[in-house]
């Protein structure tokens, strides 16, 4: 069955899952309402994201820097400078297109994205406005950040920006942490929350958007011991496709290969890279993503950003879509914070014996909202003409449903029994009260719920319930003493087929 955006996007619409922000009003292209379903999906990403990453761990430290903070920032970081775009507009229309989405619809690879080449490219190819067929301007730069103005006056004086990305508040906060939790090196500090671009053309539904959900570890290892990971043994064993930046140029295909086999063949900027794509690999996998629509790929160096020395995006294959970019894993050296120490004057460095060092920083970087996208993509099926999302419990939006057979009071009462009971024990329950139990499993069908719970006539007799499966529809019968442990088992043992 082949799955079209529209398919997901109309899902989300009818469940709850995402709305246009302010659509009563025609809403701004770009930006997005999470709904009571579609939250609860993120949120169970998000706390996951959290767990794998953060708390499980005891060398990472979670912070929640501040969305807005001094312009300068910005400025030391290189994103006032050289967060940018190459810009098209359309002489007739107006329309504005980001010249590599331009191209790339156009099917023209290049893999020189400067001023030069691109204009080039849109000449060579006699490439004109898809909306209109109109004549395209010169390209030209455009800076991505979003700006805002803080205080009573608005002007220049007052300009302060959205940030683009949550790393910069982990750098600048750098010392502060490093000297409050007296870490020692290797660690790292991680955050999640809202950032904010000028995208030129958002598209893909919440594939390219505005405002954005992403979750990063900034981790600072010691220069000198950059090949030196004690952990490396979680990933060696880990199989995904690799395409590096010299099989892209000679246009040969990805290819598998273990963490391990792929650092030992020296594809990595260093053994804390290599594992840093491993770890994120294993959690996305963990979440319900099939390894087989995963791949990690080099950027060429025309593509790198700014900041990086060497950057592996994992893509996911969304089969509406091609592979795209879900999470970005780059070697940021000691880039940040060389230039925050030498624009603010603050000593962002480390000293050992006698010695003073800046450490280097490898940066996991997830973007959630394309995450949730392809969790949903990967969890969508179509059963009899219905919709089953066969969503991971852990990241499903309730763990379990609860369903009255019938709608008459002894059975309401004791499915809300079963539900307190259940709430007490930290399950997120859903219950229907409607009585129309086919209408209620298809529901529940296709919002995700892995595992449903019925009171039937038996369960006044012998205080049992039947648990059915959302992925097979199979029921199995058990005593309501015993539902909080077996639903335990089932999401933390649960396989996905
Ligand atoms: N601090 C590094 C950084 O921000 P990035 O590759 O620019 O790296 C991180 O962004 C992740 O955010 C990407 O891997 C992608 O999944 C997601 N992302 C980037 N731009 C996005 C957009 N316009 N809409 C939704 N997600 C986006």
């Given at each position: 069955?082949?799955?079209?955006l529209?398919?997901?996007?109309?899902?989300?619409?009818?469940?709850?899952?995402?709305?246009?922000?302010g659509?009563?009003y025609?809403?701004?292209?770009g930006?997005y309402?999470?709904?009571p379903?579609?939250?609860?999906i993120?949120r169970?990403?998000?706390d996951?994201?959290?767990?794998?990453?953060?708390?499980?761990?005891d060398?990472?430290?979670?912070i929640?820097?501040?969305?807005?903070t001094?312009?300068?920032?910005w400025?030391?970081?290189?994103?006032v400078?050289?967060?940018?775009?190459i810009l098209?507009?359309?002489?007739?229309?107006?329309?504005?297109?980001?010249a590599e989405?331009?191209?790339?619809?156009a099917?023209?690879k290049?893999?020189?994205?400067?001023?030069e080449?691109?204009?080039?490219?849109?000449k060579?190819?006699n490439?004109?406005?898809?909306k209109?067929g109109?004549?395209?301007?010169?390209?030209?730069?455009?800076?991505?950040m979003?700006?805002?103005?803080?205080?009573?006056?608005?002007?220049e004086?007052s300009?302060?920006?959205?940030?683009?990305?949550?790393?910069q508040?982990m750098?600048t906060?750098?010392k502060?942490?490093?000297?409050?939790?007296?870490?020692?090196l290797p660690f790292g500090?991680?955050s999640y929350?809202?950032?904010?671009?000028?995208?030129i053309?958002p598209?893909g539904?919440?594939?390219?958007?505005?405002?954005?959900?992403?979750?990063?570890?900034?981790?600072?290892i010691?220069?000198?011991?950059?090949?030196?990971?004690?952990?490396?043994?979680?990933?060696?064993?880990?199989?995904?496709?690799i395409?590096?930046k010299?099989?892209?140029?000679?246009?040969l295909?990805p290819?598998e290969?273990?963490?391990?086999?792929?650092?030992n063949?020296?594809?990595?900027s260093n053994?804390?890279?290599?594992y840093w794509?491993?770890?994120?690999?294993e959690?996305?996998?963990?979440?319900?993503?099939k390894p087989?629509?995963?791949?990690l790929?080099?950027?060429l160096?025309t593509?790198?950003?700014?900041y990086?020395k060497?950057?592996?995006?994992?893509e996911?294959?969304?089969?509406?879509?091609?592979?795209?970019?879900?999470?970005?894993?780059a070697?940021?050296?000691?880039?940040?914070?060389?230039?925050h120490?030498?624009?603010?004057g603050?000593k962002?460095?480390l000293?050992k014996?006698?010695?003073?060092f800046y450490?280097y920083?490898?940066?996991?970087?997830?973007?959630?909202?394309?995450?949730?996208?392809?969790?949903?993509?990967?969890a969508y099926?179509?059963?009899d003409?219905?919709i089953v999302?066969?969503?991971?419990?852990?990241?499903?939006?309730?763990?379990?449903?609860?369903l009255p057979?019938?709608?008459?009071?002894?059975?309401?009462?004791?499915a809300?029994?079963i539900?307190?009971?259940?709430?007490?024990?930290?399950?997120?329950?859903?219950?229907d009260?409607?009585?129309?139990?086919?209408?209620?499993?298809?529901?529940?069908?296709?919002?995700?719920?892995?595992f449903?719970?019925?009171?039937?006539?038996?369960?006044?007799?012998?205080?049992?319930?039947?648990?059915?499966?959302?992925?097979?529809k199979?029921?199995?019968?058990?005593?309501v003493?015993?539902?909080?442990?077996?639903l335990?088992?089932?999401?933390y043992?649960?396989?996905m087929?």
């Amino acid at each position: 069955m082949s799955i079209s955006l529209s398919d997901i996007a109309n899902l989300a619409k009818r469940r709850g899952f995402i709305f246009l922000s302010g659509e009563i009003y025609g809403g701004i292209a770009g930006f997005y309402d999470y709904g009571p379903i579609g939250f609860g999906i993120k949120r169970r990403i998000l706390d996951d994201w959290w767990w794998f990453f953060v708390s499980s761990r005891d060398d990472v430290y979670g912070i929640s820097p501040a969305i807005i903070t001094s312009p300068k920032v910005w400025v030391a970081s290189g994103h006032v400078d050289e967060f940018i775009d190459i810009l098209v507009e359309c002489a007739r229309c107006k329309s504005r297109f980001k010249a590599e989405t331009l191209l790339e619809e156009a099917g023209i690879k290049i893999q020189d994205f400067s001023m030069e080449s691109v204009k080039n490219a849109i000449k060579n190819n006699n490439i004109k406005c898809p909306k209109c067929g109109g004549e395209l301007s010169e390209p030209r730069c455009f800076n991505l950040m979003i700006e805002a103005h803080v205080g009573a006056v608005k002007d220049e004086s007052s300009v302060v920006y959205l940030r683009p990305e949550i790393a910069q508040g982990m750098f600048t906060n750098f010392k502060l942490i490093s000297a409050i939790v007296g870490a020692r090196l290797p660690f790292g500090i991680a955050s999640y929350g809202k950032v904010f671009r000028n995208e030129i053309s958002p598209r893909g539904f919440i594939f390219r958007l505005r405002e954005f959900e992403i979750a990063e570890i900034e981790y600072f290892i010691d220069p000198n011991e950059q090949n030196n990971c004690a952990l490396f043994s979680e990933v060696e064993n880990i199989e995904v496709k690799i395409w590096t930046k010299e099989e892209q140029k000679r246009e040969l295909e990805p290819k598998e290969r273990t963490i391990g086999e792929a650092f030992n063949e020296g594809i990595f900027s260093n053994m804390w890279h290599a594992y840093w794509a491993g770890k994120a690999v294993e959690w996305l996998i963990s979440i319900g993503i099939k390894p087989e629509h995963l791949r990690l790929r080099e950027h060429l160096e025309t593509e790198l950003a700014h900041y990086a020395k060497q950057t592996f995006d994992i893509e996911y294959y969304f089969p509406y879509l091609g592979w795209k970019e879900i999470v970005g894993i780059a070697n940021r050296t000691d880039y940040d914070l060389r230039r925050h120490t030498n624009m603010s004057g603050e000593k962002l460095y480390l000293t050992k014996n006698g010695k003073e060092f800046y450490p280097y920083c490898i940066e996991p970087s997830f973007g959630i909202d394309r995450i949730f996208l392809a969790i949903i993509t990967e969890a969508y099926t179509v059963r009899d003409g219905k919709i089953v999302l066969r969503l991971h419990p852990k990241v499903a939006p309730y763990d379990v449903a609860i369903l009255p057979l019938l709608k008459k009071p002894k059975f309401i009462a004791k499915a809300k029994e079963i539900n307190t009971m259940l709430k007490l024990e930290r399950f997120a329950t859903y219950i229907d009260f409607s009585g129309k139990i086919g209408k209620a499993y298809a529901k529940i069908d296709e919002i995700g719920i892995p595992f449903a719970i019925t009171i039937d006539h038996k369960t006044f007799e012998d205080n049992t319930v039947t648990i059915r499966f959302r992925d097979t529809k199979n029921q199995i019968r058990i005593q309501v003493s015993e539902l909080a442990k077996k639903l335990r088992e089932l999401k933390y043992n649960y396989i996905m087929q």
